[in-house]
C-alpha cells in the first residue's frame, strides 16, 4: 500500500494535478497585484484613470486623479477587484501550498500538511488576538512616555470612572436577566400556540438589525418635541395623552439607562427565546406525563420540572449574552456618547484611545473587561477538558 | 409509555399531550398576539416614517399617517433618494460589500482548513493549540485595539480593505474553528480511510469530502459573521476610520445621527436601508442561522 502511494507520488499521479499547482501559482500572483490596489487609499481612481488613458480619454482620467470625475465607477471597479482578490486569493494560497507540498517525499509530506493547513489560523490568532492581549495588559502599566506606573489603574478607582464600572454591572445585570427572563417567557407561551414559528419571527427578527439602526428606531421611539408642539415620538405620545409632561427618554439620567438597555433586551430576547425553546421541546413527554397524572399543575411543571431541566442551556444562554452585554458599545455610544452618566467601559475606552489619546488607561479598560470573562474563559476550557477526555 | 402519549394525545407530535389544555385558551392567544406586536411597533414606525412626507414627520405621528393613508402628499420615495445621492449612503453600501463578503469567506475557509487538520490529522502540539483556540473563543474584541491599530499605522494598513479584512477574519476565528471542528469531528471515519486508500491527498479528501459534507455548518457559520460584520460599527470605526470613502453603513448612519438629531425623514430613510441587506439574508436563511445558535451555544 505504502509503496504504492510512494510509486504514484514519484510519478506525479498521487494527489492534486500539475496544472492546478502551475494556475494557482499565476492566480496568486495576479492577486497580489490586487493588494497593492488595495492598501493604496487611491487605488481605484488611479487604476481607472491608468484604464482611460490606454482607451484614450485623458480629460476623464486627470478628473479621476484630482478627485473627480467617475468616481463611482472607480469605486465599482475597486470592489470587483477586492472581492476577487479576497474571496480568491484564500483559496489561490490554500491550495498553492497544498499542491506543493503534495510533491515532497511522503514520510515530510504528511508531517507538514497540517501545518500547511492550520497555518493561516495560527499566525492570525497569535498576531491579532495572543499577541494584543499579552501587550494590552502590560500597556496598562505604563504611561505615555512608557514609564512604569500604576496611575492607569487608580484613576479607575476615581469619579466618573466609578460610575462607568456602576453602570456597566447595572447593564451585566439588568440587560442580561431582562433578556433571558423575557426569553425564557416568550419560549414557553410561544411552546403552547399552533403558529408558533410564525410568531418566533416577530420577536427574533430584530437579531438580524445593527446595534446602530436599533438605536436610530428606539431614539424615533424616545424622541420628545417642546410642550407646545405635538409629540410624534410614540413614547411621549402615550405618555403626554394621560397628561403627563413629555420625558427625555434618552438623555435624562437615569432614566436614560433603562431607555438603553430596553434596546439591547429587545434584541437579545430572540436569542434567548431560540435556544431556550429547543431546550424545552427537549424535555422528554414521559416526565411531563408523570407529573401531570400525580396532579402538578402548569405553573409547578414549568418551574419544578422545565425549568431545572433545562437549567444548562439557561447557564449557557446568560453567559453568552452577558458577554455581548459587559462589552456593549454601539447603544450608549450612538445614543449620545455617555454624556448622560450612562458611560461604559467600552465607549469610555474609545474616548480614551482617539479623544484624549490616552493608550494607558485605555488598555487598562479593556483588561477590566478581559478580567470579567476570565471566569467563562475557565470554565470553557474545563467543559472542553471533560467533553475530550469523554 | 410512548403509545400511551399518543393514544391520550390523538396526534403524532410528542409533546402535544402536555400542550392540549392550553391550546385554544384565548388568554394566551391574545398574550402571544400582543407580544409579537409590541416587539414590531418600533421597527415599523420606522419603516413607515421613512415613507412620509419630511414635513409631516414632525407635525404629526407616524401612527396617523395609517389613518390617513390614502390622502394626497402623504407618501414620498425622496427620502431614499436623498439619502442615497447626499449622505454617501450609496458608496457606504457598496463599501459594507467589499468590506463583508471577503470577511465572510476568508475566515471560513481559514477555520475550515483549520478545524480538518485539528479533528482528522494528527500532529504534534493538536492538543494544546486546540485549547487555545478555546481559550480565546471569549477575548474580548477590546484586548487587539490598542495594538492592532500601532501595527497598522506603521505598515500603512490603517483605512484599507484589506486591513479590515484581516481583523474581522482574525476575530471571527475561534468560533469558526470550534463550530466547524465540532461538526467535522463527528464524520464517520470510515469515509477518511476509504480516501486514503483511493490515493487522495489530504486537500484533495478536504475539497471533495469534508467541504461539501460540511456544507450546513459552514452555511451556518456564514450567516453568523456575515451579520456580524455588517452590523459592525467598532472595528469600522477603530480601523477604517471615518473617512467618507470607506465608511461603512453603521458607520456613516452614526455620522447622520451626530450632527442633525432632527432630520428623521432621512434617519429613518437611511437606519432601514442598512437593515435591508441583513434582513434579506436573515429572512431567507434563517434556518442555517438558528441551528448554528444552537450548535453554538447548546455545547
Known sequence: ?390 | MAVSTKAVAGSSSKSRFWRAPMLESLPLRISVLVICFLWTLPTAGLLVTSFRNPELITKTGWWTALVNAFQPGQWTLNNYINVLSGDNMATAFLNSLIVTIPSTVIPITIAAFAAYAFAWIPFRGRGILFIIVVALLVVPIQMALIPILKIYSGASLYGTFVGIWLAHTAFGLPLAIFLLYNFMSQLPRDLFESAAIDGASAFQTFVRLVLPLSLPALGAFAIFQFLWVWNDLLVALVFLGPGKDVQVMPTALYNMIGPRGGAWHLLTAGAFLTMIVPLGVFLALQRFFVRGILAGSVK
Open chain 1, 1 to 390: 500500500m505504502a509503496l504504492d502511494r510512494a510509486k504514484d507520488s514519484a510519478s506525479g499521479s498521487y494527489g492534486t494535478p500539475r496544472w492546478v499547482l502551475v494556475a494557482s501559482l499565476i492566480g496568486l500572483v495576479i492577486a497580489a497585484l490586487g493588494v497593492t490596489v488595495l492598501i493604496d487609499p487611491h487605488g481605484g481612481e488611479n487604476l481607472l484613470a491608468a484604464i482611460y488613458e490606454r482607451l484614450g480619454n485623458a480629460a476623464g482620467a486627470d478628473a479621476l486623479r484630482n478627485g473627480q470625475g467617475d468616481q463611482f465607477y472607480a469605486k465599482l471597479l475597486l470592489a470587483a477587484i477586492a472581492l476577487l482578490v479576497g474571496v480568491g486569493g484564500i483559496w489561490l494560497l490554500f491550495t498553492s501550498a497544498s499542491t506543493i507540498v503534495e510533491r515532497f517525499p511522503p514520510k515530510l509530506r504528511d508531517r507538514i500538511i497540517p501545518w500547511v493547513f492550520i497555518a493561516p489560523a495560527l499566525v492570525l490568532l497569535s498576531v491579532y488576538l495572543v499577541y494584543p492581549a499579552v501587550a494590552t495588559v502590560i500597556r496598562s502599566f505604563f504611561d505615555q512616555k512608557g514609564v512604569f506606573t500604576l496611575a492607569n489603574w487608580e484613576s479607575l478607582g476615581k469619579g466618573e470612572f466609578l460610575e462607568i464600572l456602576r453602570n456597566n454591572i447595572i447593564w451585566l445585570v439588568v440587560a442580561t436577566a431582562g433578556s433571558v427572563g423575557l426569553g425564557l417567557t416568550v419560549a414557553a407561551l410561544f411552546d403552547r400556540i399552533r403558529r408558533e414559528s410564525l410568531a418566533k419571527v416577530f420577536i427574533f427578527t430584530p437579531l438580524a438589525i445593527s446595534l446602530v439602526g436599533a438605536t436610530v428606531i428606539w431614539k424615533f421611539v424616545y424622541a420628545i418635541q417642546p410642550p407646545s408642539e405635538p409629540q410624534f415620538g410614540l413614547l411621549n405620545a402615550i405618555w403626554t395623552a394621560f397628561g403627563n409632561k413629555a420625558v427625555a427618554w434618552s438623555t435624562t439620567f437615569p432614566i436614560n439607562l433603562p431607555a438603553e438597555m430596553l434596546i439591547m433586551i429587545w434584541l437579545q430576547t430572540g436569542f434567548a427565546m431560540v435556544v431556550l425553546s429547543a431546550a424545552i421541546k427537549g424535555v422528554s413527554v414521559e416526565v411531563l406525563e408523570a407529573a401531570r397524572l400525580d396532579g402538578a399543575s402548569e405553573r409547578q411543571i414549568f418551574f419544578g420540572i422545565i425549568v431545572p431541566l433545562i437549567r444548562g442551556s439557561i447557564v449557557t444562554v446568560t453567559t453568552t449574552v452577558a458577554i455581548a452585554t459587559l462589552k456593549i458599545f454601539d447603544i450608549v455610544f450612538s445614543v449620545s456618547g455617555g454624556l448622560n452618566h450612562d458611560n461604559v467601559v467600552a465607549v469610555r475606552m474609545f474616548q480614551e484611545m482617539f479623544q484624549f489619546f490616552n493608550d494607558g488607561r485605555a488598555a487598562a479598560l479593556a483588561t477590566i473587561l478581559f478580567i470579567a470573562v476570565l471566569p467563562v474563559m475557565i470554565l470553557n476550557l474545563r467543559n472542553f477538558r471533560r467533553q475530550a477526555a469523554m
